[in-house]
């Protein structure tokens, strides 16, 4: 190991690695008394504290006591939305979208985004969060947020066929604008609603913009089983079929939800040319009474990851992975009636390697190993609550919380140390928000920026 200076060097942890050779699933493995050595950003070495105590470094952490796991994924959010939590409770799914988000949504101005925005970094840095996939409107306000705060995302301007094809290439032009922004943290993706929002043409013509700019896709789909049903008597094929038949399958697409995937979809997904991933957010389905959630165990199966998610604070009310990791087990369990799916070894691996691949970060981040960015994340484990500890990974997933994340680090940059943030004024953010929100709650203009009829 080189002697040069590190930029920081986190001594004393029980590191959560990968281990090879091993089923994907159960390649979660901890090590003891860890330390791990960061430079230029990215994870130089994963050693012993003992090892690294005569190494010099800019920065030390001392982090004796806490679990370092790498940086939590919010594989689908649409972070703005925290402006809404608890504006629209306890409705039905079309009443929800068509009675409130909706008609409050057409509101929306870019300081509305960006202020919401802020506040959302600052509820996922405090979780562990260290990479959100975002799905929004004005999204040029968001990427500057996440360019000033220092959190990574994987960010599309979203579009409805509704808007005519300025919808379509306003999501080009900011993909292609801020693709790598941020010194890297941002990746760009095109951004089609859904297919009952957008046609199929519309959706043919994002497939070829995809393929000409290699860029992903990412929408939802297949969100819940009425959509499906739906589908199939309005077009005799599911919104998977539908997204096959328009060559969308055939670039790399992130599923947001996927609760309404049937068998019939599963061979449909298998044979796929492009990179296909979805992502789950459990809480959502749970608070709508939608009868299914992710099938988990069948896209394993066929080889598509899945990521975990919040979906926007206006359904979730939480940005909150910690409890996204928590549900998907518990939510899988009951599922499938197998108290052996999914394990809490499983729920950690679908936190972060499989996060990672399904936003397309596989082998940048979602591993504390040599090479990746370090995107990192220090857990007390002190606290009674998570003690005593018989199983490391049941602590972390069903003990822990998001509240016990102490250090927040992202390319090498602490954002958040010992609980406080250092990137973002929350208080601020709260002062102006209030004064917007008489404003951007009105509904009495009767309009809406869509209408839900699937």
């Known amino acids: ?27 979660i493995a901890f090590r003891d008394d860890a330390a791990i050595v ?10 012993t504290a003992a090892d690294a105590t005569g190494l010099p470094a800019a920065e030390r952490i001392d982090a004796r006591g806490q679990a370092a796991l790498p ?8 972070a703005p939305m925290v402006m809404l939590r608890g504006a629209a409770e306890d409705l039905p799914t079309e009443e929800w979208f068509n009675g409130v988000v909706w008609p409050v949504e057409s509101n929306l101005t870019a300081r509305d985004v960006e202020l919401g925005a802020r506040l959302a970094c600052a509820e996922m840095i405090r979780g562990g969060v260290t990479c959100f996939a975002d799905h929004y409107f004005a999204m040029d306000a968001v990427a500057a947020v996440v360019e000033e705060c220092g959190i990574r995302a994987h960010l599309g301007e979203a579009f409805f066929s509704s808007q005519g094809p300025q919808g379509r290439e306003r999501s080009l032009d900011f993909a292609l604008r801020h693709r790598g922004g941020a010194g890297g943290r941002i990746t760009t993706t095109l951004a089609p ?3 009952y929002t957008v046609d199929d043409a519309d959706l043919a013509a994002t497939a070829d913009l995809a393929r000409e700019h290699g860029l992903p896709v990412h929408l939802h789909a297949a969100e819940n089983r009425d959509q499906t049903e739906a589908s199939l008597a309005r077009y005799g094929a599911t919104p998977i079929e539908v997204l096959e038949r328009t060559g969308l399958l055939g670039t790399d697409v992130l599923i947001a939800h996927g609760t309404g995937i049937t068998e019939r979809d599963l061979p449909v997904l298998e044979r796929a040319d ?7 957010a459990p809480r959502g389905y749970l608070k709508f009474a939608w009868p299914t959630t992710t099938p988990v165990r069948a896209l394993r199966a066929i080889g598509v990851p899945v990521g975990l998610a919040t979906d926007g604070a206006a359904s979730n009310n939480s940005l909150d992975v910690w409890e996204s990791m928590a549900l998907t087990a518990l939510a899988q369990k009951a599922a499938e009636g197998d108290p052996r799916w999914l394990t809490a070894r499983q729920a950690l691996h679908h936190a972060t390697l499989q996060s990672a691949r399904a936003v397309g970060l596989d082998g940048v981040v979602g591993s504390l190993a040599p090479g990746h960015r370090a995107d990192i994340v220090l857990v007390d484990l002190t606290g009674p609550h998570t003690q005593p500890v018989h199983d490391l990974a049941a602590t972390l997933v069903h003990s822990a919380r998001s509240s016990d994340v102490r250090t927040t680090i992202v390319d090498g940059r602490v954002l958040m140390r010992d609980r406080e943030l250092l ?20 509904r009495g203009h009767g309009r809406r920026v869509q209408r839900y009829d699937t």
Do not use: F, K, Y
């Not at 986190?10 to 699933?25: K, Y």
């Not at 973002?424 to 008489?438: A, F, I, K």
């Open 193 to 195: 609603h859904a297919p």
């Open 1 to 27: 190991m080189t002697t040069s200076p590190a930029d920081l060097i986190i001594t004393g942890c029980t590191a959560l690695v990968h281990v090879e050779g091993q089923a994907d699933h159960e390649r």
């Open 423 to 442: 990137t973002l004024d929350v208080p601020s953010v709260v002062r102006e928000l209030g004064e917007r929100l008489p404003a951007l709650l009105d």
């Open 274 to 280: 492009g990179r296909i991933a979805v992502a789950s």
């Open 71 to 78: 940086g939590l994924v919010n594989c689908h959010t649409h």
């Open 38 to 47: 960061v430079r230029d950003g990215v994870v130089a070495a994963v050693t």
